[in-house]
């Protein structure tokens, strides 16, 4: 099946939100992991 | 090499020589006061310093080496002196050569490095314990052996110059913001332990004619030792801003022959006696039991005015 | 390729029939505060930062004011405190890390080919939080308990003797991450997904790169900062002891998170240096940079190197011995990628045919005087040297160096380079070249005595000093007015270009430039690269595959 524009700017926009949302799970998930360590560090 | 070239090239090397030749044989006299680091009076001062010299100095060779590299680039290899911009993209030699030449400096440099530190940092045997505690903003200085203590505080007449818009000209004050009321005071080459530490924030305790600071942290106590091979003066300043007065809390250092060391801790050891005398008085007059409840420290802050 | 070039004019004409179509959303507040298009948003960072720029560097003024004599003359010490925390919070998080991503938002998506960034609105947003950030926290300063005063490190205990105030400086901050944190996740998104067909990852313009790796960077450890001053938060106000050795807690722990963000944070704001003057060189030498992949490596390389440190940040605190020898060679370590960094931008000018306009100068200026505050830190970096250099101007004029006539002088050779793209007029080369001159020889004179300063014995964050510390204070200080004062011509630079220059600026601009942005108009239409563009050698600057 050939892709039309229209789809590769969709298959575009999916995979960058995507992305987008891994990374913002590592962010906050780093940002938890530092507050445990400064609550073990104690 | 057009003429042009070569007079700037001229230049450029002769201004490089003069500027070595000053270097290799003047600067080296500048140790200590305006613009180098001082050697100091201690072993560890000493080995601070010379590390602090041979990484400048390596430094100096690779700039020299690099900046001339790309100065003599600038003057030759420009549009207006018509030069034709090579090809040439990289060089997978190149990149290994300049890897690896500078992971050998730094293999050259790591031992006086480690050998500097070990030195410095691991303790000996030592004869004497001074327990350093910094407050805001000032410090105490308590001799555990000799069993005195007492405060340190900028001396008064560099702390009335300090004021905002005092009218008193710094100049004319001796050791304006590094003099004390009550130095430290040491035997010359004696090792002596310090235990430092902090009552309330962070502090830092920095002498550096003893080539060494250490932070004071309150709740712990951090280890340094020295030993200060010639007797002298010695001044510093808190090192780990702590307060408005970060500024104003000096450090003096007095080290004294042995003997001479002796008749002062037998002096402080009679000034404490006769104050915990006048205590117990006080504490009689206020109706208090004769306790720990009133501290020298508190008289001494309360004849400072502060 | 005949096709390649049909391909080009065709594309050409396109974006030239949609410039008839697309039309900038009409309405001041339609346009700049709804935009979602990646050059708004990126000349809304880029005004920001400038005029954080400002206040940062008037906080400056007031410092250097003071240090001018020795004696108070002008502010209580605790003002003075003030002044140095707040202009090293703006500076760093106000001034240098938006103006990098305004030149991200600007320059990624038109080097890579993309029609916009991948997530427009969050870019809108990205940028918006930070006005409301330094509001607030400039608002500190005329609170009660006044701005922060504990150095922008906020030690703790020192900074939990802050007043209510404190909890503004902690918002400021964690609004000040999560806009980062959002834009870096925004330049990800971008350059792993919008691509145009065939600009493989090997064939980006250095510039996306570092900006790439300073992205991953930045979501590494923002959350940390975030994390840090949380646990500060709450132990100033809700009873929490972190932080507090009396309840259990450790005030060094402090030091080992905060400075787990804030090493890797110099190099976030140092990469995209590195990026900007590795477009100049090439372009002004006319010749290609030297070893692409090497420096892709390099910068790689420095990126995984700066999260392992951290603790020569606090070589005095009292550390096992075992732990200042690791910190010391791995700090060792990171000198060898970024000479390697040195040496290919010098091998790209060797035999080139070089110019010298305004970008270019400034792009030398980095070069050689972030190499010289890069020596600095390798003589910071031998422990035992550093137990007399810590915490003393030598630090000051170390970091000074590399941010200083390192970050801000790339920033500044990025402007005067793509300004002619973005406004479509050439600035005055003449007055870019005195803004230049004005600067290096000032710069110099400010903080390189600050090296014999420190070495001398001067303690950071001190209002007064010594008298034998005077001759260098004053030096300093004058060289700080007069680079103050030249930053001037830097605006007058870019509102005559924008606003008043008559010459207009071609799409190519400069003889020597290479890569996409350079094959769109000046301006570039509002929406460029509606249709992906076509990459080969005529497009793409480096492509050492294809040589």
Request: some cysteine; glycine content about 8%; hydrophobic content about 50%.
């Amino acid at each position: 099946m050939l892709m039309t524009e229209k789809d590769k700017m969709q298959a575009q926009r999916t995979g960058a939100i995507r992305t987008a949302w891994q990374l913002a799970v590592v962010a906050v998930l780093i940002f938890f992991a530092f507050i445990l360590s400064g609550v073990l560090g104690r | 090499m057009k003429k042009q070239n070569t007079f700037i090239v001229a230049a450029a090397v002769t201004a490089a020589v003069i500027a070595a030749f000053w270097l290799l044989l003047v600067a080296p006299g500048y140790t200590g006061n305006e613009i180098n680091m001082p050697r100091g009076v201690t072993l560890q001062s000493e080995l601070s310093y010379q590390l602090h010299m041979i990484t400048l100095w390596i430094c100096v060779v690779i700039g020299v080496i690099v900046f001339s590299a790309m100065f003599i680039s600038i003057v030759l290899h420009r549009k207006s002196k018509d030069h034709e911009a090579a090809r040439f993209t990289h060089s997978t030699r190149a990149e290994i050569v300049w890897t690896i030449i500078p992971v050998i400096i730094l293999v050259v440099m790591a031992v006086p490095a480690t050998t500097a530190l070990v030195n410095m940092e691991v303790a000996p045997e030592t004869e004497m314990t001074v327990k350093i505690t910094g407050f805001q903003w000032r410090w105490k200085y308590e001799y555990i052996e000799d069993g005195i203590e007492f405060i340190s505080s900028l001396h008064s007449e560099s702390n009335a110059a300090r004021r905002l818009i005092s009218g008193i000209d710094p100049s004319a004050v001796e050791n304006y913001l590094l003099d004390v009321d009550n130095p430290m005071v040491l035997p010359a080459n004696t090792k002596v332990k310090f235990l430092i530490t902090a009552d309330d924030v962070i502090h830092a305790w920095w002498v550096p004619a003893l080539g060494w600071k250490r932070d004071a942290v309150p709740g712990f106590i951090n280890e340094a030792w020295t030993e200060v091979l010639e007797p002298g003066t010695y001044r510093g300043q808190c090192a780990e801003l702590c307060g408005k007065d970060h500024g104003f809390m000096p450090i003096v250092l007095k080290v004294v022959p042995k003997e001479e060391y002796r008749d002062w801790v037998r002096q402080q050891q009679r000034k404490m006696a006769q104050e915990q005398a006048g205590l117990t008085d006080t504490r009689k007059a206020l109706g208090h039991e004769t306790g720990d409840d009133v501290q020298p420290q508190t008289l001494a802050r309360v004849g400072s005015g502060k | 390729m005949n096709t390649g070039i049909d391909e080009m004019s065709h594309q050409s004409h396109e974006t030239a029939h949609d410039d008839h179509h697309d039309h900038k959303p009409s309405g001041f507040l339609n346009r700049w505060l709804y935009t979602t298009n990646h050059k708004d948003i990126g000349t809304l960072y880029l005004v920001f930062s400038l005029l954080m720029f400002f206040i940062g560097g008037c906080m400056a003024m007031v410092i250097r004011a003071e240090l001018f004599m020795p004696g108070l003359q002008l502010v209580e010490p605790e003002f003075f405190n003030q002044m140095t925390t707040m202009h090293a919070l703006i500076m760093v998080f106000g001034a240098v890390m938006p103006a990098w991503v305004g030149f991200a938002n600007w320059m990624i998506p038109l080097m890579i080919g993309a029609p916009d960034m991948a997530l427009p609105r969050m870019n809108n947003w990205s940028f918006w939080i930070l006005p409301f950030a330094f509001t607030m926290l400039l608002s500190t300063l005329f609170m009660d308990s006044g701005g922060p005063a504990s150095g922008w490190t906020l030690y703790p205990p020192l900074s939990l003797q802050g007043g209510q105030s404190f909890a503004f400086v902690v918002f400021a901050i964690h609004m000040m991450g999560i806009s980062s944190i959002m834009g870096s996740i925004n330049v990800i998104a971008t350059i792993l997904n919008m691509r145009a067909p065939g600009m493989t990852l090997l064939k980006m313009p250095l510039f996306v790169w570092t900006w790439l790796i300073t992205a991953y960077l930045l979501i590494a450890v923002m959350p940390v900062l975030a994390g840090a001053v949380t646990m500060l938060l709450t132990d100033h106000f809700f009873g929490t002891s972190f932080f507090n050795a009396a309840g259990g807690g450790d005030p060094v722990m402090f030091q080992h998170i905060f400075w787990f963000f804030g090493h890797p944070e110099v190099y976030i704001m140092v990469l995209p240096a590195f990026g900007v003057v590795s477009e100049i060189i090439p372009t002004f030498s006319r010749k290609p940079l030297f070893g692409y992949t090497a420096m892709v490596y390099a910068t790689a390389s420095i990126a995984f190197l700066s999260f392992i440190v951290w603790a020569h940040h606090m070589f005095t605190v009292g550390m096992p011995l075992t732990g200042e020898l690791f910190f010391m060679y791995s700090t060792m370590l990171i000198a060898i990628p970024t000479g390697v960094k040195v040496f290919n931008w010098v091998s790209t000018m060797w035999k080139g045919s070089m110019t010298f306009e305004t970008p270019m100068l400034f792009a030398i200026g980095f070069i050689v005087l972030f190499t010289i505050g890069g020596f600095s830190g390798l003589m910071l970096a031998m422990a035992a040297a550093d137990l007399q250099y810590h915490d003393t101007y030598f630090v000051v004029a170390h970091f000074h160096y590399v941010l200083v006539p390192g970050s801000v002088f790339a920033l500044m050779a990025g402007a005067y380079y793509w300004l002619p793209k973005w406004s479509g007029r050439m600035y005055s080369e003449k007055w870019g070249k005195i803004h230049f001159w004005l600067s290096v020889i000032s710069v110099n004179i400010l903080f390189f005595p600050q090296h014999y300063l420190g070495l001398a014995g001067m303690p950071r964050r001190i209002p007064d000093y010594s008298t034998q510390f005077a001759d260098f204070n004053m030096i300093s200080s004058v060289g700080g007015f007069i680079f103050g004062a030249s930053q001037l011509i830097f605006v007058g630079v870019i509102v005559h270009c924008v606003y008043k220059s008559r010459q207009a600026a071609s799409g190519r601009v400069w003889e020597g430039a290479k890569g996409l942005e350079w094959t769109l108009s000046s301006p570039p239409p509002y929406h460029s690269f509606n249709t992906p563009p076509v990459i080969d050698r005529t497009t793409v600057a480096h492509a050492q595959e294809l040589d």
